[in-house]
């Protein structure tokens, strides 16, 4: 889309444009370049010279397990906190969608925590689950489940799970409770007409016509628990125990700036580049279609 | 709309309540926890209602904190999120009304080249841009803290989709009433844009206040940290009982002014988080 | 010296031309009306004047200056625009005072120009409210009132009245061309509205296809159009149009093989193409002998002061208007005669009419003879 009308000026375009630009060169593709650059590069046991050993970093981190683990545990990790996030959010929504008494309120105390940073709820989700004081720790063992994530690692990755998802149900609430409004009532009363109960409409005519909002969530979500929820993985466990919640970023992070091993970090920041490109890509050929929708 | 009637309204309120009741009962804890003593916490299981101990709490956390006073961290925490809102704002504003209302040589050139940066947030470039930041002199810096991360476009983009929608005849008329560029975007495009900021801004400002990974490497000077950063060091660990009310209190004081935010301005919140992701 | 002059002036965009030279003079307090069917250039002609598109070829003057390299503002022109394109977030005061301002006015110059045409338009009562606060036809003369506030060289009018609705429309018709007449500035208006365009107009530029087919007057537009376009575009309903071929003998041959005589009307040589064009009024109907042609009735329309009967002759459409409420009914035969001097020629290859010396508006034979 273009402006018919534009004004004419040789140099003040140019200066409008300088400060995002400079922004941009140094803070963007300068550092971009330079992960491309020292993706290829080694440098000598010494640290005194770097020397060009092609895709080896990749190569090497690609066969590393522990690369390959974190792959995993990215995945698992994804995968749930999207999911339980996004459900949950759908429920609260459809239930905030019917009701006319209080809704605004309802509405209020479901998107406050969204202001809640990853960092703050992983520490909030540490004082609520941790073994020794945790209020929550206390009711399940008194429960009688041995609930231990500084030693079990899958304790610990339903803990990292649960705190990133809660943090992000406040925004698929709102992205879905706009979507589910912007339904026309009258299909849904057509279908009450036709004899369709509660739960066929929602699974006939709500939830496919909202599925341009779960797409688009699906898309968002999947690279929040990628990129955002680093916060709750540093503050709760550091990526342990033994590794099991060292997601891609966090492996990035601890690489690059425990490691040191910053050929190796390097690579590693250009396969993530790899794929928020193909994350954006998705979401654009998305956005494509929801134009011609 | 198909009315619920009877039991059916009640379900849906207890959902919604239970739902509402789970969302807040870790910030309800970290609350209470802040109001207790030290030995009141470290009683197992903790009282589920607020002691009495919040004034000596947050006037300690503010004061002194564990090692640099809250207070201290907030005044960061605050420049950094202004700093990140009004610089995003400024340059994308600028160079969104360059991209949408001139035509100069290399336009689709800047307008590509600041679109890219759409596609990698700073997570994954984030350790050679540490070194460009340390090369240039900006660790344990406000400029450290901000400039990095007003390097994306997605303010830009979202003027340019606004400014899109601004009627042509606006501009042409103003150009024959005789405004120039810069009067036009003065007295025209700038009051027009107003809401959006307003709506840009509000985001802005939880985004840049929540922050973590960018601060955490950029501050190694706990002066220079912001609370989100601060409040993970006051944390105590596993084995070491530390000053969990104190803790609590911190993370209270760090989560109020987005919290504000959003509660105060929640239409603006709203349009801003709906309309940056379209 | 003329107030507007257009010489040659040609718009391509990209290798496209759009635009193919056209020329005009206007007079000073003219109102010159452009009009065609959308697409036609007459919007493109106008934002040349104004200074918003670049002028590909050719010269435009403005008060005896030569524009083609001026930006709007230094060409001393107002504009009022069909979607108004008032500021929205300023008052209605502001929205006037805005190119006084910038002009650098002192502020009380300002105030009593504002509130002088504001009196003017009766807008007094509105100067604080913003725009979105007032009805269609108060936008509209607020988009009139900037104009005019300026006092300019000239005004410029892109189809200022077409979001308006029809009663409206009428009435803001009668204002504009009121308040054009008693400021006495030059105007260009460009409308896709054959009867806005009559009514305002004191000439009329009729555009086709980027070419200006004809500039005239209003009645001499309708009474002697230039072109076919311009036939069927000005009047309504439109001219019937029939195929013919000049027989020699005074007489023109149609399509269908039916002869007529032609009277008030010069005629072509024999064995000329031509197309006949006769306005649905210029008929009458008359006594079985003495019919020029035939129509047989398909539908009738009762408009009140008259009717129109729809039919078919030579293959294509024919409407005829019949005076007062006329007793037609579809199926009947009606023996139509054409009034004399009241047929137009025109040449079957290019459209243009064919040259005749006979006065524009003929007298009618009935009138000779009474």
Known sequence: MEKRVSFNHRLLPYLLLLPQLAVTAVFFFWPAAQALYQSVLQPDPFGFDNRFVGLSNFQYILSDRYYLEAFGTTAIFSSLVTFISMATALFLAVAADQVIRGANAYKTLIIWPYAVAPAVAGVMWIFMMQPSIGVIAYYMKVAGFRWNPTLDGTHAMALVVLASAWKQISYNFLFFLAGLQAIPRSLIEAAAIDGAGRWLRFRTIIFPLLSPTTFFLLVVNIAYAFFETFGVIHTMTSGGPGRSTTTLVYKVYADGFVGQDLGSSAAQSVILMAVVSLLTIVQFRYIERRVHY | MVERRGIGTILTHLALILGVAVLCFPIYLAFVGSTLSHDEILSVPMPLWPGGQMVENYSQALAAGTQVPVARMLFNSMVMAIGIAAGKIIISILSAYAIVYFRFPFRMLAFWAIFMTLMLPVEVRIVPTYEVAASLGMLNSYSGLILPLIAS?????????????????????????????????KDILLPLSRTNTAALFVILFIYGWNQYLWPLLVTTRPEMNTVVIGLQQMMPSADDYGNWPVTMAAAILAILPPVAVVVFMQRLFIKGLIESEK | MSAIAIRNVKKSYGGTQVIHGVNLDVAHGEFIVIVGPSGCGKSTLLRMVAGLETITEGEIEIGGRVVNRLEPRERNIAMVFQNYALYPHMTVFDNMAYGLKIAGLSKEDIRARVHKTA????????????????????RQRVAMGRALVRDPAAFLLDEPLSNLDAKLRVQMRLEIKQLQRSVGTTALYVTHDQVEAMTLADRLVVMHDGVAEQIDTPLAVYSRPATTFVAGFIGSPAMNMLPA?????????????????????????????????IRPEHLAQVPAGEADLELEVIAVETLGADTLAHGRLGGGDFVVRLPGSSMVQPGDRLPMAIEPGMAHLFDAETGKRLPDDAPAAAPSRQAAEA
């Open chain 2, 153 to 185: 476009a997605t303010a830009t983009f979202l003027y340019r989709q606004f400014f899109l929608t601004v009627p042509e005849e606006l501009a042409e008329a103003a150009r024959v009433d005789g405004a120039g560029p810069v009067r036009f975007f």
């Open chain 3, 119 to 138: 009196e003017m338009l009766q807008l007094t009562p509105y100067l604080e409210r913003k725009p979105r606060a007032l009805s269609g036809g108060q």
């Open chain 3, 245 to 277: 071929e000049a027989a020699g003998d005074g007489r023109l041959t149609l399509a269908t093989g039916a002869s007529i005589a032609l009277r008030g009307v010069r005629l072509p040589d024999q064995g000329r193409k031509v197309i006949l064009g």
